[in-house]
């Protein structure tokens, strides 16, 4: 059963537009997220996280917000740039219990970014 | 430069043939996993290691074997693979096992079993 779904395979974008990604997850333990992106043929590089006692965490250009009650979260990049353009993946892990720095991928969103 | 190093990068084997993909940090970092990813389901955690001598599954480690003997380095090991291992893999290193502490993923090996 996939726990962490990036419905969307896909985004296109204009430049200077926002890009919105979404992200929900079923398991209630998660409590700290996160967005890495990739490049091709380059390993997921970290973006940005957010603990489950927040609801909004922003760093420059990228603020992912989180809604709890629904279990889902969401990667907002204002403005979107060119340079965007790559494959975000968003993740889950539990701080307790015995998952030990285990991170639960989503699918994966594919972000097109045209000039 | 920090990094995390995969070898090789590329790899096609025979259906049998016992093979081991090398994963190697330079951060003097504790914890270190691997993953694979597969198309529609992202990245799966194989097995993870929380220092030397620590080692324990993940969601998906049928048919891998690892081992920890020094802190910088964490073999992936196939005895006999097989088609369905055919995937793109990712060894990652992070200083801690909270969730708060980053991971940092290597480049990936894509491997071929035929």
């Known amino acids: 059963d996939q726990q962490v779904k990036q419905n969307s395979p896909s985004l296109s974008v204009q430049e200077g537009r926002i890009s919105i990604l979404n992200c929900d997850y079923t398991n209630s333990m998660f409590d700290y997220f996160l967005w890495y992106k990739k490049y091709p043929a380059e390993g997921p590089t970290f973006l940005i996280s957010?603990?489950?006692?927040?609801d909004k965490n922003e760093d420059g250009r990228f603020t992912v917000f989180l809604n709890k009650s629904a279990k889902h979260l969401s990667l907002h990049i204002v403005p979107s740039q060119p340079g965007d353009s790559a494959v975000y993946f968003c993740?889950?892990?539990?701080?307790?219990?015995?998952?030990?720095?285990?991170?639960?991928f989503g699918q994966g969103t594919i972000l097109t970014v045209h000039p | 430069e920090a990094q995390v190093t995969q070898n090789p990068r590329y790899l096609i084997t025979v259906t049998g043939k016992k093979l081991t993909v090398t994963c190697s940090q330079n951060?003097?970092?504790?914890?270190m996993s691997w993953y694979r990813q597969d198309p529609g389901l992202g990245l799966r955690q194989i097995y993870y290691?929380?220092?030397?001598?620590?080692?324990d599954k993940g969601d998906v480690p049928e048919g891998y074997k690892v081992s920890r003997k020094e802190k910088r380095n964490f073999p992936l090991i196939l005895e006999s693979p097989s088609p369905n291992q055919t995937s793109l893999y990712f060894c990652?290193?992070?200083?801690?096992?909270?969730?708060?502490?980053?991971?940092?993923f290597g480049p990936g090996t894509r491997l071929t079993v035929t």
């Open positions: 290691s929380m220092n030397v001598e620590v080692t």
């Open positions: 990652a290193s992070s200083l801690g096992s909270g969730s708060s502490y980053e991971q940092y």
């Open positions: 993740a889950a892990s539990e701080s307790g219990g015995t998952s030990y720095g285990k991170l639960t």
């Open positions: 957010i603990s489950s006692i927040k």
């Open positions: 951060m003097n970092h504790e914890y």
